[in-house]
């Protein structure tokens, strides 16, 4: 069965710092990864996703994450965050075509103006 | 282009009570899949469906069911319910999986479930 790992439970930074949340996941085959974001008082929305190809993708509101599949991880990033990011982000995986997303615990990005 | 509707946005029931909750995929989605939510366990996945069958199932109890109609619309079932089935109840559309590929869900704002 597929896992996911998300270690940071909750990252604070003030405004322009630069993020990376960690994102480690378990399954033997061919992946789909997936970052969503919630923000407060609204429903999940997807950020970036890799299906295949270049191992580094870009997503909405100047988020990155870089796939590396010898380390089985998914790493976020942003180089410089704003107030407005405040949310919690949830990586996810799932068997290449299939829909069942496996969720990590999400982390809990708190920016400070 | 509308998003992925839910109803009811928030239910109250009692324990031994069942409960339906009803999505509505975007336009042209055909896959659905739903998900619970609760701040112990996370997001777990329930079943998906696809033209009217199951295509995939979680790990939850027998109580937990679901169905799809011709429109692509779905319903989740849960029966008996107990104190633990409090969460968020998300559901999830995707348009037919890409070739060689995966699909993208998109995700409604759920249906908050308080059981008493």
């Known amino acids: 069965a597929q896992s996911v790992s998300q270690h940071n439970h909750h990252v604070i930074l003030s405004e322009a710092a630069s993020l990376e949340l960690g994102c480690n996941y378990s399954?033997?085959?061919?992946?789909?990864l997936f970052w969503y974001v919630q923000y407060p008082g609204q429903h999940l929305q997807l950020l970036l996703k890799y299906f295949s190809g270049d191992p580094l993708v870009k997503g909405i509101k100047g988020f990155e994450a870089e796939f590396i599949k010898s380390k089985f991880s998914f790493n976020l990033r942003k180089p410089s965050v704003q107030w407005s990011d405040t949310a919690e982000y949830f990586c996810a995986v799932t068997a290449s075509g299939a829909n069942n997303l496996f969720f990590g615990t999400g982390t809990r990005l708190t920016v400070i103006p | 282009k509308a998003g992925v509707t839910q109803t009811p946005r928030y239910l109250i029931k009692t324990r031994g009570q069942q409960v339906t909750l009803s999505c509505s995929p975007i336009?042209?989605?055909?896959?659905v899949s739903w998900y619970q939510q609760t701040p112990g366990q996370g997001l777990q996945f329930l079943f998906e469906y696809f033209s009217e069958t199951q295509r995939n199932k979680g790990n939850f109890p027998g109580r937990f069911s679901g169905r799809q109609f011709s429109n692509s619309r779905s319903e989740m079932n849960v029966s008996t319910l107990e104190l633990g089935d409090s969460a968020l109840y998300l559901c999830?559309?995707?348009?037919?999986?890409?070739?060689?590929?995966?699909?993208?869900?998109?995700f409604g704002p759920g249906t908050r479930l308080t059981v008493l």
């Open positions: 399954y033997g085959g061919t992946v789909n």
């Open positions: 336009s042209g989605h055909r896959s």
């Open positions: 999830a559309s995707s348009l037919p999986r890409l070739a060689g590929g995966g699909n993208e869900q998109f």
